[in-house]
């Protein structure tokens, strides 16, 4: 029984640890991921399932091993099926991540370039949203940073107009068909409006946020971009960015955003 205890440890490889390293890192950052929505129930049941079929797989129980077997690699497949807003949001997130950013501008040294390099007029959106805040028009708009959010931008309504301080006020009003939804601006320009934005997953949200600022906080969360939210309610403004909510006076919020730019850019 040593001898046999002696011979398993014998033939433990370094690449063997680093393996098991691996699956526990893997399963730890599925289970943040998930944890604290109804998909967590299913996780832990399916790896249950796995952690069974291994048992009985070591003690060479043929026709379970077979059963649970089928039953994995058909439940892997519902999982994509199940899960298919949660992967897509993960995979998202990991293309808005600094690596994927660091490996774009890796390719946009050598000419290949993916985004306009002209710059948003702030001013009038800030005067428009200024001007909603006193009215108390409710508003959400989207600023493209690295990527044009395309997935979003074919949810709604495309405008592809230039920026002005009357069409942004017209787009919101509170009878226009295009008012309900997020608005899309990309390259200097308006590019679609009634866009349809994910909701965030997060609990701990304050009770004063509607269904505007947690559509703000997730596609905040999932895309590279910064959002601009009007409280229809009180007229506030904020502005999100990376699941962050910030409160900014009317004065502060063209500062905000280039301050939010700025940091964006160090931080390549």
């Given at each position: 029984?040593?001898?046999?205890?002696?011979?398993?440890?014998?033939?433990?490889?370094?690449?063997?640890?680093?393996?098991?390293?691996?699956?526990?890192?893997?399963?730890?950052?599925?289970?943040?991921?998930?944890?604290?929505?109804?998909?967590?129930?299913?996780f832990l049941t399916i790896l249950g399932i796995v952690v069974i079929l291994k048992?009985?797989?070591?003690?060479?129980?043929?026709?379970?091993?077979?059963?649970?077997?089928?039953?994995?690699?058909?439940?892997?497949?519902?999982?994509?099926?199940?899960?298919?807003?949660?992967?897509?949001r993960f995979l998202l997130s990991i293309g808005n991540s600094k690596f994927a950013?660091?490996?774009?501008?890796?390719?946009?040294?050598?000419?290949?370039?993916?985004?306009?390099?002209?710059?948003?007029?702030?001013?009038?959106?800030?005067?428009?949203?200024?001007?909603?805040?006193?009215?108390?028009?409710?508003?959400?708009?989207?600023?493209?940073?690295?990527?044009?959010?395309?997935?979003?931008?074919?949810?709604?309504?495309?405008?592809?107009?230039?920026?002005?301080?009357?069409?942004?006020?017209?787009?919101?009003?509170?009878?226009?068909?295009?008012?309900?939804?997020?608005?899309?601006?990309?390259?200097?320009?308006?590019?679609?409006?009634?866009?349809?934005?994910?909701?965030?997953?997060?609990?701990?949200?304050?009770?004063?946020?509607?269904?505007?600022?947690?559509?703000?906080?997730?596609?905040?969360?999932?895309?590279?971009?910064?959002?601009?939210?009007?409280?229809?309610?009180?007229?506030?403004?904020?502005?999100?960015?990376?699941?962050?909510?910030?409160?900014?006076?009317?004065?502060?919020?063209?500062?905000?955003?280039?301050?939010?730019?700025?940091?964006?850019?160090?931080?390549?």
């Open positions: 029984m040593v001898d046999l205890m002696i011979d398993a440890f014998i033939k433990v490889r370094f690449l063997d640890v680093l393996d098991i390293f691996l699956v526990g890192l893997l399963l730890y950052m599925v289970y943040t991921w998930i944890k604290g929505s109804s998909a967590i129930n299913i048992v009985v797989q070591l003690l060479h129980m043929e026709l379970l091993s077979a059963i649970l077997g089928a039953f994995v690699d058909v439940g892997f497949i519902a999982l994509i099926i199940i899960f298919q807003p949660e992967i897509r950013v660091g490996f774009r501008n890796l390719f946009s040294k050598f000419g290949l370039k993916y985004k306009s390099d002209e710059s948003t007029d702030l001013d009038t959106i800030c005067e428009a949203c200024i001007s909603m805040g006193e009215g108390k028009v409710g508003a959400l708009i989207l600023l493209t940073q690295e990527n044009d959010l395309q997935d979003i931008v074919d949810t709604g309504v495309k405008i592809d107009a230039i920026i002005s301080k009357p069409l942004l006020e017209n787009i919101f009003f509170k009878n226009s068909p295009l008012h309900d939804g997020a608005m899309v601006i990309a390259n200097n320009k308006i590019v679609s409006a009634r866009c349809i934005l994910p909701i965030t997953q997060q609990t701990r949200l304050p009770g004063s946020y509607g269904l505007r600022h947690r559509a703000g906080i997730g596609v905040s969360e999932t895309h590279d971009c910064i959002v601009l939210v009007v409280s229809e309610e009180t007229g506030s403004i904020r502005i999100v960015y990376d699941g962050k909510v910030t409160d900014v006076k009317p004065s502060e919020m063209k500062a905000k955003i280039k301050e939010i730019e700025s940091r964006k850019n160090l931080s390549k």
